[in-house]
Structure formats: structure tokens, C-alpha cells
Nanobody
Framework: QVQLVESGGGLVKAGDSLRLSCAVSRRTAGNYAMGWFRQAPGKEREFVTAISWSGATIYYADSVKGRFTFSRDNGKNMVFLQMNSLKPEDTAVYYC?????????????????????WGQGTQVTVSS
């Protein structure tokens, strides 16, 4: 099992930056992909970014490419989402997620249904 706890959300102005953190606690061994998703009121959960279990590849949604950066600190069991040049349309609840990588399977990093574990979410509000 994996427990995820996000922090770092808040209210900022357009153009500002925020850094979200996610503390990862794993009780079982396994390979996990890590991702960030967001959900605005009345909208479906949306892919933001994800990192492969090896850390070799990071995926970004087109809407955040060049503005957001996914990073992790394995020693501290933390993952981070650095968000720069924030826009009002980035307003949403942001979720950290972990998905189990199955041997010989294909993992769709941008599909929230692939992820088994979710944090409680942290609100990000960007005013214009």
C-alpha cells in the first residue's frame, strides 16, 4: 500500500509560482509510477504530469509544459510539483497519485484510472 499526503496549495495571483509537495509512504515493495492530476469544479480529473517508475521519463500535459516541473527526492520519499507562471485556468484541486506498474503491462501515465493510490488533494486558486 501507498499513502500520499499533499501540501503547498494556496491562493496566488496570475504569474506567481507555487510548489506542491507530496509525502510518499510505501508499506509494500513494488514499482510505482507517480503522477499529479487536477480537478476543477464541474470538470473531470485532468492529467498534469507523471514520472515513470524508473525516473527516466517525465510526461507533461500540453497545457502545463514549460511552466510546471515534476521532481522527486527519493531519499526523503517526496515528490514535488513546481508551478510557475500560473494562470487562472490552473485553478483546481491538485492530487498526487501512485500507480502500480505490472510486469509486462502497459501503463498509461495520463489516465487517472491507472492510478491506485491518491492523496487528499490540495487547493490551488489563481486569481486574475
Amino acid at each position: 500500500q501507498v499513502q500520499l499526503v499533499e501540501s503547498g496549495g494556496g491562493l496566488v495571483k496570475a504569474g506567481d509560482s507555487l510548489r506542491l509537495s507530496c509525502a510518499v509512504s510505501r508499506r509494500t515493495a513494488g514499482n510505482y509510477a507517480m503522477g499529479w492530476f487536477r480537478q476543477a469544479p464541474g470538470k473531470e480529473r485532468e492529467f498534469v504530469t507523471a514520472i515513470s517508475w524508473s525516473g527516466a521519463t517525465i510526461y507533461y500535459a500540453d497545457s502545463v509544459k514549460g511552466r510546471f516541473t515534476f521532481s522527486r527526492d527519493n531519499g526523503k520519499n517526496m515528490v514535488f510539483l513546481q508551478m510557475n507562471s500560473l494562470k487562472p485556468e490552473d485553478t483546481a484541486v491538485y492530487y498526487c497519485a501512485a500507480g502500480t506498474i505490472q510486469p509486462m503491462g502497459v501503463f498509461r501515465y495520463d489516465n487517472y484510472l491507472e492510478y491506485d493510490y491518491w492523496g487528499q488533494g490540495t487547493q490551488v486558486t489563481v486569481s486574475s
